[in-house]
């Protein structure tokens, strides 16, 4: 009797000490005795502190999902967290801001650039983030580095005094506040820079620093106060983790789903079921009677594992769900259940027909309007207006093709990921292969569903397919059946400039006389371009991720018209540009126009890189973030050949490289009337090119 009474109290016990820790680990699903709060934000499993008391057990998954708790302060790493979001598999951390502070005469007092980096569990959301620069003349540079593909990006603030009116001065629009929301998917790295487009002097009401930041979209509200003080050092902004041992990751009643920004997975809780799907004892069964639910008579619930039914009683009719028929009196119900059976039987015959006739008839409605969808696409995208003008010039019909939108799916194999050849801020370029075998490049821009662009698109594609130059990449034809238009270009098969020419890849670089040739070849083709119709083409884009290369180093110039997608003319109060700073004409800022010139001005910048194989945009070059102004000082230092690339500087070379040198600063002159033309540029070279043969 004795004994077991014990063994009962030591049941009870045990009972009431589990349940203490099942009710304290219930919080923030941490293990049993692990830390579940650092000050006021959550710690679920799999991230943890340290290790189970009395255990050796840690209260983390892995190393990845290590967290430490100072002074009520969360940690990853050395990177105060806020939040921890165990559905949604996000993380908010803070990081650093980066900043540049200047004085009166332009000289930098203090610099800081934030470089970002964590452990393969963790890639930047690219939803839920954006980058934020404040200044009066500030110039943000973002570079996203990756293995495939890199993606820089940034913005542009001026200030204008006074604020302007029509816009409320305290949003994020240009005027000392600028941002980018569309932050590359997938991304782990980032660096930060802010530097200034005019030594920081011309700043009317003097502010003397810049800064920029990623921070989580909604955290930031921008005042005009910020730019004479601003209060914080750190920023948030949030992470997708993911798990990568999915083996044991997924506890009882979750299931495991690949994560779609890249490597990993994540576990969420079956239909049904709620909790932490991470935690050893998985996700327990909701019960759904006893919270609101789609039951018409609350009494009449029934909670199952998995899920709830609903009934009526008895002498009631309908299936007992407030979304379905509910419940009714019926007092005749049993007397004419038989007759009911038997009318059931016939109709349900009767029905089948029914269903078998409205299912065919809407699959061919189906069918119908899908046909009418691509219809009003290619209406709405211009495809009259094009096929219009196209027919109007004898002999283009057969060189810009119209494309169905089929067809581009078959080539693509439906746009997918592994046919990814290139992305930028404003499109995503496919390889695709055409049923004769001929392979092709299709770029879709990422722009939405403004008229006024669809027209420049369409006038774009008019003029682009005009152009017939060996030294241009042939666009093919385009598609406008689908909503954002489509582009077909030739496909050039070795890669761009940045390929074989880059600092960090060393290995058999372009020999000079190469790097000369394709200089003067991509000179000719846009000399070309800007000559060739009566109104100017001008790229407003050159860079060596856009010359490509074919397999005898012959250069193709590409993606014009990609810029012309982006409203650039907006030159109103809103001075943001989205697109490649280093080569960027400065005299843009106070146009707010880009012409032939700035071409010539991008193409300087090309040339340099030629000569120095070195970054545009290099944060570690002691305040000379830019190439070309890194380039002008070093000229002026009489310093070039320091500069100029090792691999290919020798004795014969040396004199045409000085020669390239002084055209590349003439190219980049501030004013642009001191800037040769494009074909000045082209004739020069090919002297140049032609004395050394
Ligand atoms: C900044 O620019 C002004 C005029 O453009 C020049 O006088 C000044 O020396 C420059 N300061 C620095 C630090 O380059
Ligand atoms: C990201 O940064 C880490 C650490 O600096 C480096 O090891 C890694 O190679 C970088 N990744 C890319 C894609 O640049
Ligand atoms: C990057 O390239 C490697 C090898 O070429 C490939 O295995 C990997 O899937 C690529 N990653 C992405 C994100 O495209
Ligand atoms: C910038 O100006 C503010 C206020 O005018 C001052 O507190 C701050 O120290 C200055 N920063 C630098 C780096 O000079
Ligand atoms: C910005 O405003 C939002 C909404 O009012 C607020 O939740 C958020 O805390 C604010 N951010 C900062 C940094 O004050
Ligand atoms: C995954 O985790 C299990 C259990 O912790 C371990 O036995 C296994 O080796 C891990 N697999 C990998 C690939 O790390
Ligand atoms: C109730 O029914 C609606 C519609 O079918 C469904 O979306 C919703 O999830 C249901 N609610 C519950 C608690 O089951
Ligand atoms: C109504 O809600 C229940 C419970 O969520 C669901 O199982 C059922 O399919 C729903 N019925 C309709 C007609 O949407």
Redesign the pocket.
């Given at each position: 009797m004795y004994v077991r009474e014990t063994m009962a109290d030591l049941k009870m016990m045990l009972f009431i000490l589990l349940f203490a820790a099942a009710m304290a680990a219930s919080e923030a699903q941490s293990l049993a005795g692990c830390l579940n709060k650092c000050g006021d934000v959550d710690i679920p499993y799999p991230f943890g502190v340290g290790v189970q008391p009395g255990t050796s057990r840690n209260c983390f998954l892995d190393e990845t999902f290590q967290l430490t708790c100072d002074k009520s302060t969360l940690f990853l790493k050395d990177l105060p967290v806020s939040n921890i979001f165990l559905q949604e598999g996000q993380i908010d951390i803070s990081m650093h801001i980066s900043r540049v502070c200047f004085d009166r005469s332009g000289v930098v007092l203090d610099q800081s650039i934030s470089n970002f980096y964590t452990g393969g569990a963790f890639t930047i959301s690219s939803g839920k983030n954006t980058i934020i620069s404040l200044g009066c003349d500030t110039l943000s540079f973002a570079y996203f580095p990756d293995h495939n593909l890199s993606y820089s990006g940034g913005c542009v603030t001026l200030c204008d005094t006074p604020p302007p009116k029509e816009t409320n001065p305290n949003t994020c629009s240009g005027s000392g506040c600028c941002q980018v929301n569309n932050i590359p998917i997938g991304k782990k790295n980032y660096s930060l820079a802010v530097s200034t487009f005019n030594n920081h002097t011309k700043v009317l009401a003097f502010n003397n620093c810049s800064y920029s930041f990623l921070a989580k979209q909604?955290?930031?509200?921008f005042s005009l106060d910020y730019l004479h003080y601003f209060p914080f050092d750190m920023a948030p902004f949030s992470l997708d983790w993911t798990i990568s041992n999915s083996t044991y990751a997924c506890k009882s009643n979750s299931y495991c789903m690949d994560s779609k920004v890249g490597a990993g997975f994540n576990c969420k809780c079956k239909l049904g079921f709620e909790g932490n799907p991470y935690h050893p004892d998985g996700c327990h069964d909701v019960d759904e009677c006893s919270r609101p639910n789609n039951c018409s008579i609350p009494k009449q619930c029934y909670n199952f594992v998995g899920g709830y039914s609903c009934s009526c009683p008895p002498h009631y009719k309908g299936d007992g769900y407030t979304n379905g028929t509910g419940c009714t009196k019926d007092h005749r119900r049993s007397m004419y259940k038989w007759v009911v059976i038997i009318i059931a039987l016939g109709c349900s015959v009767g029905l089948l027909v029914v269903i078998a006739v409205v299912l065919s008839v809407g699959w061919a409605d189906k069918q119908k309007s899908l046909k009418d969808l691509r219809k009003r696409n290619f209406e709405q995208n211009g495809g009259c207006v094009l096929l219009g003008q196209l027919s109007q010039k004898e002999g283009y019909t057969e060189r810009t093709k119209i494309f169905k939108e089929v067809q581009l799916i078959n080539a693509t194999n439906n746009f997918h990921q592994s046919r990814v050849i290139g992305t930028g801020g404003q499109c995503i370029v496919y390889k695709g292969i055409l049923p004769n075998n001929t392979p092709v490049a299709i770029k879709k821009a990422k722009v939405g569903d403004d008229p006024r662009q669809i027209r420049d698109f369409i006038s774009e594609v008019a003029v682009l397919s005009q152009i017939n130059h060996k030294n241009v990449v042939r666009l093919l034809g385009c598609c406008l059946e689908t909503k954002i238009p489509l582009l077909v270009y030739e496909f050039v098969d070795n890669g761009t400039l940045l390929d074989h020419i880059n600092p960090t890849k060393t290995t058999s670089p372009i020999s000079w006389e190469a790097r000369l040739k394709i200089a003067t070849e991509t000179a000719e083709a846009i000399s070309y371009l800007h000559s060739v119709t009566s109104i100017p083409i001008v790229h407003r884009d050159i860079k060596f991720a856009n010359i490509l290369l074919d397999c005898n180093y012959k250069a193709k110039v590409s993606d014009f018209g990609a810029s012309r997608l982006v409203p650039l003319d907006n030159s109103d109060v809103c001075t943001v540009v989205q697109g490649t700073f280093g080569y960027l004409d400065p005299e843009y800022l106070h146009t707010g126009q880009l012409n032939e010139k700035s071409d010539v001005y991008s193409f300087g910048v090309v040339l340099m890189e030629l000569l120095t194989a070195s970054k545009v945009v290099e944060f570690n070059r002691q305040g000379k973030v830019n190439l070309a102004t890194h380039f002008e000082s070093s000229m002026k230092a009489n310093r070039l050949r320091e500069i100029l690339d090792k691999w290919v500087l020798d004795e014969k070379n040396g004199e045409e490289m000085e020669e390239v040198a002084l055209l590349a600063m003439r190219c980049i002159s501030v004013k642009r009337e001191e800037r040769p033309t494009m074909k000045e540029v082209a004739k020069e070279l090919d002297l140049i090119a032609n004395k050394a043969r």
């Open positions: 909604g955290w930031f509200n």
